[in-house]
């Protein structure tokens, strides 16, 4: 793990167009060097190298790699709100293809690159700004949620709030997990298995023989 002494947040944000695509670039070239090479052999000189600038430019940016993973997880987390939340069929018996949708959308985000994604579960520090962007979105994410479990005729659990954001963080949590770790045949069976645990909770009291929850108003 790295040192706790060492400073993870960036040294400077860039204002004029042009820092901020050195910036990029930087960033860019370190998500390529860590998932190619390792985050121990990743080093600054590898990415520096790799973004086609100089390493004393790359540390008027980043103190040093640690930050730099950081910035990585803070783009990843930060990727707006839930885009198919305002198209989703909500009619009757559609319960089961809107949770399979928000889990969809938890896969894809994840499915392009697995080694840069363990890197950042195993090796990432969380900074300030790294837990203030996972708690933005996901404030972001169970509230969308929230109103589209209101709106749905066949949820019936009594407290949605509570069930939002368990279910985010259920969603999130095991599918950077499964998605760090495993082959293309256990992501499609955990995806198949967490649709139908959700959609087993969310149902609740408004199916017969139902002992979870009450229906809400």
Not at 22 to 47: K, P
Not at 185 to 210: C, H, N
């Amino acid at each position: 793990m790295p040192s706790a002494k060492r400073p993870v947040e960036p040294r400077r944000k860039p204002r004029q167009v042009r820092a901020e695509l050195t910036r990029d670039r930087i960033l860019t070239a370190a998500a390529h060097v860590f998932a190619e090479h390792g985050y121990a052999a990743g080093t600054t000189n590898r990415i520096a190298e790799r973004a086609r600038v100089s390493i004393g430019s790359l540390y008027q940016y980043f103190p040093n790699k640690d930050a730099i993973l950081a910035e990585l997880v803070i783009r990843h987390i930060d990727r707006g709100a839930w885009p198919q939340a305002d198209r989703l069929d909500l009619a009757p018996g559609t319960l089961e293809q809107v949770v399979r949708a928000l889990v969809r959308d938890a896969v894809d985000h994840h499915r392009d690159d697995p080694q840069l994604l363990q890197i950042m579960v195993q090796e990432a520090r969380f900074s300030g700004e790294v837990l203030d962007t996972i708690t933005r979105h996901g404030e972001r994410r169970i509230a969308q949620l929230r109103d589209v479990l209101a709106r749905h005729p066949d949820v019936g659990v009594a407290d949605l709030d509570t069930a939002a954001e368990l279910i985010v963080f259920t969603v999130e949590l095991n599918t950077h997990r499964v998605m760090a770790s495993s082959p293309t045949a256990a992501v499609e069976k955990f995806e198949t298995e967490l649709v139908d645990m959700v959609t087993r909770y969310l149902r609740g009291a408004a199916y017969p023989g139902s002992s979870i929850g009450h229906a809400h108003e």
